[in-house]
């Protein structure tokens, strides 16, 4: 499988961006997918992931801002992103392959790694 993120760019604060992040194969609705992010020295944060069955779960920082969703016919996963704040800005991934075992939020469960888009959101 392989994972291309796109949509990142710069905002202002309160504004909104919706990432994407296209899957190169057909068993693209049979998996888990998640977002994280990442700022310079600090660990990938496990932002929104969206289950096989649609169930959905956001880390607090997130929760009633972002939304995770996905397109099963274009292989598409998405993230809506509103109500931007600075803190926000981070090096944007979408992963997939998750193994079961252990925390959604633990990058090390997930094998599938896009390049990540870059979103700046300033105050």
């Known amino acids: 499988v392989q994972l291309r993120e796109s949509g990142g760019g710069s905002v202002q604060a309160g504004g909104s961006l919706r990432l994407s992040c296209a899957a190169s194969v057909s068993p693209f609705r049979k998996d888990c997918m998640a977002w994280f992010r990442q700022v310079p020295g600090k660990e990938h944060e496990g932002v929104a992931v969206?289950?096989?069955?649609?169930?959905?779960n956001y880390a607090d920082s997130v929760k009633g801002r972002f939304t995770i969703s996905k397109d099963n016919g274009k292989n598409t996963l998405y993230l809506q992103m509103d109500s931007l704040k600075p803190e926000d800005t981070a090096m944007y991934y979408c992963a997939a392959a998750y193994r079961a075992g252990g925390s959604w939020t633990t990058p090390a469960r997930w094998s599938m790694w896009g390049q990540g888009t870059q979103v700046i959101v300033s105050s």
């Open positions: 969206i289950g096989e069955d649609g169930t959905t």
